[in-house]
Each structure stands twice: as C-alpha cells, then as structure tokens.
C-alpha cells in the first residue's frame, strides 16, 4: 500500500501520516509506502493521487484539499466530491493564537484594544490557509487594521514573533512554540473546537468568548473512487483502532495533534463543518487575498 501526503517533510502533519502508515503496516504485515507530494494547497498530492486510479493507494491530507481548494483554482484537473472518498478522520491539528510579550496584551480583548489604538503599526503571520481566514476575518468583523507579512520559511514566523519583528502569529502549536517556551511570546488562546491535549490549561477562543476565532485543523485519509466498501471500511476500522493505542496516541499528541475517533462519519461531518464556516468567511474576505 502506497500512502500519499500532502505536507512537507518534517511537518506536524508529515509527522502524523508517518505514525498512522507504520500503524497500519503493523497491522496488515505488509510496508506502506509514504510518498511525500507537498504543495499548491494540498493540490499537488491529491492530483498525483486521483491520478494514480488503483486500488492500493490512499490519500493523507487536511480537510482544506476539499473545501478550500476549488475556492483558491478555478479549473482543477479532478473533482474533490467525485474523485475523494473519505475513509477516515485521523487528527486535527492543534491551532493557536500567540502574541509577542513587547506588547501589553494578556487576551483577546487586550489584543483588539491594542491593534485599535495603533491602526496600521503591527504586523501578524500565519500557517496557510484556514489560519489566514480566520483572523483575517477576525480583524475585518472588528475594523481592525494589521499588516499581514507572508513567509516561505515556516520557521522565520516564530523567529520573528521572539524578536517583536511581527506581534500575532497563528499557525500550529509545532510551529509556534519556539518563542513561547524562550519566553518571548505566549498563547492567547487554541483557536480550535476543544482543547489541546498538549496544552490542557489553554483555553479555547470560543471558551474566552470569541467563536469567530475558530476553525478545525482535520486530517484524515481518502480512497479513490475503484477502492471496495469493503476495504474502505477494513481499512478505517485498523485507523480507528490506531487513534486508541496508548502509544501512538502520545506520539501523535506530542507533535502537536488532537487524536480523532478515526471514523468515516467523523471526516464527512468535518468536512461539511468546514464548507459552511468557509461560506461565511467567504462572505467577509476575499480568500484569495486574505490579509
């Protein structure tokens, strides 16, 4: 079995198809193959993926290769309702809210005043995608004005968070912590539907009052359309029983993940949470200039 990703190496989720395709490979006996197919908002991978028609070829990748993509590029060569088929939910990446420790900012109010009073003066970062939109929305539903600085190097943000070049970055736990462990920055709050099992005490955006802050950061796996019920279901079941092992639970919460229940039901719902939220935002930013 081949598995397709659609993250760089070395990223939290990289990480987690990693855990996920040695699980299952413990599983079946067999090796499953990790192909690395990064870029172009997941669209790279999941074309290589459509493309390969077979039946022993699965897709790792966000929920956002669904319902972000065909926003973002008006002719894609595959249709993601067609060509997709959800096997299962895996995680959702632990998404956070940190701020700079140059400004006197201890919450989500704190922040607004600030940024209010300074129109224009700082500047903020992000993971791709959903993280964008969502604080680029944030600021527009509060007249808020910040300058957006984009980056290729996904470890600049967090240098530049610590040294007060940037004062808001919201992007993944993993790609945060650097300046919040030095003492340089700290979390306002996860931006996700509950609570980061590695960060427990952290409370949630909708917990401190502010749901337009949140966004779900899913991952799941996908077959293609020639794959039997039947596997798809064996399949999901040999997931579902990895997202309840003790170790590959740690491991994956360690690199900063929510571990899901690992049901196809799971990634469907998920998915059609998102489209609704990405039809609202849509209608405050333009996502394909969301800053």
């Not at 790792?60 to 993509?69: D, E, I, R, W």
């Not at 060569?77 to 990446?93: E, K, W």
């Not at 539903?141 to 968070?161: C, E, G, H, T, W």
């Amino acid at each position: 079995m081949k598995l397709i990703v659609t993250f760089p190496a070395g990223s939290a989720n990289d990480a987690a198809a990693r855990i996920f395709a040695d699980g299952l490979s413990k599983k079946w006996g067999k090796p499953v193959v990790v192909e690395g197919r990064p870029g172009a908002e997941g669209t790279i991978g999941v074309g290589a993926f459509v493309a390969s028609q077979d039946d022993h070829t699965l897709l790792y990748t966000v929920a956002g290769s669904v319902t972000v993509a065909p926003l973002l590029i008006d002719h894609l060569n595959y249709d993601v309702d067609r060509d997709l088929v959800p096997i299962a939910a895996t995680t959702a990446i632990v998404l956070t809210l940190a701020v700079t420790n140059d400004l006197p900012i201890r919450s989500i109010p704190d922040l607004i005043d600030v940024v209010r009073s300074n129109p224009g003066k700082y500047a903020w970062a992000s993971g791709p995608s959903l993280p964008r939109y969502v604080f680029a929305a944030f600021l527009k539903r509060n007249d808020l004005a910040m300058n957006f600085v984009s980056y290729r190097d996904a470890s600049q943000p967090q240098a530049d968070l610590g040294e007060g070049r940037i004062q808001v970055l919201v992007t993944s736990l993993t790609a945060s912590s650097s300046p919040v462990e030095t003492g340089k920055a700290h979390f306002l709050a996860v931006i996700n539907p509950t609570r980061a099992a590695a960060l427990p005490e952290l409370r949630t955006a909708r917990e401190l009052g502010h749901p337009e802050l949140e966004i779900d950061g899913l991952a799941g796996i996908f077959a293609g359309t020639i794959m039997s019920k039947e596997l798809r279901d064996r399949i999901a079941a040999d997931v579902a029983a990895i997202c309840q092992d003790p170790d590959a639970r740690q491991k994956l919460e360690a690199a900063g993940h929510n571990v899901l229940g690992g049901t196809t039901d799971e990634l469907k719902t998920g998915i059609v949470k998102q489209r609704a939220w990405l039809i609202e935002v849509t209608r405050i930013i333009d996502v394909k200039n969301a800053q």
